[in-house]
């Protein structure tokens, strides 16, 4: 079984830095995308960035410049540092994984989800 586990949310002050660490779990053979969503209060879902297999990367506009999306493919990780953070980035942000190949047994897992971790940027 697979699983994705997030850390490193917290309280910061506007201006202020974070850095998030999602790492799966498992008898994994590969990944092909992983990612970075959050929901806001009130608010759906939203795509933060992914990053593909072979690092090809995909931010969304909000976050462009501010956020940077790295993952180590032999530890199955990914990271997302996230600088200049603002009061409207304060969210659930949770880690995604699309294409997810495991070794034993052998199977692909087409999306999975992990548990979310909190950010709050506020003074």
């Known amino acids: 079984q697979v699983q994705l586990a997030e850390s490193g949310g917290g309280l910061v002050q506007p201006g202020g830095s974070l850095r998030l660490s999602c790492a799966a779990s498992?008898?994994?053979?590969?990944?092909?995308?992983m990612g970075w969503y959050r929901q806001g209060p009130g608010k759906e879902r939203e795509l933060v960035a992914t990053?593909?297999?072979?690092?090809?990367?995909n931010y969304a506009y909000p976050v462009k410049g501010r956020f940077t999306i790295s993952r180590n493919n032999a530890k199955n990780t990914v990271y997302l540092q996230m600088n200049s953070l603002k009061p409207e980035d304060t969210a659930v942000y949770y880690c995604?994984?699309?294409?997810?190949?495991?070794?034993?047994?052998?199977?692909?897992?087409?999306?999975?989800w992990g548990q979310g971790t909190l950010v709050t940027v506020s003074s």
């Open positions: 498992g008898s994994i053979f590969s990944i092909n995308v």
């Open positions: 990053i593909t297999s072979g690092g090809s990367t």
């Open positions: 995604n994984a699309i294409g997810v190949v495991t070794r034993t047994p052998s199977y692909t897992y087409r999306e999975l």
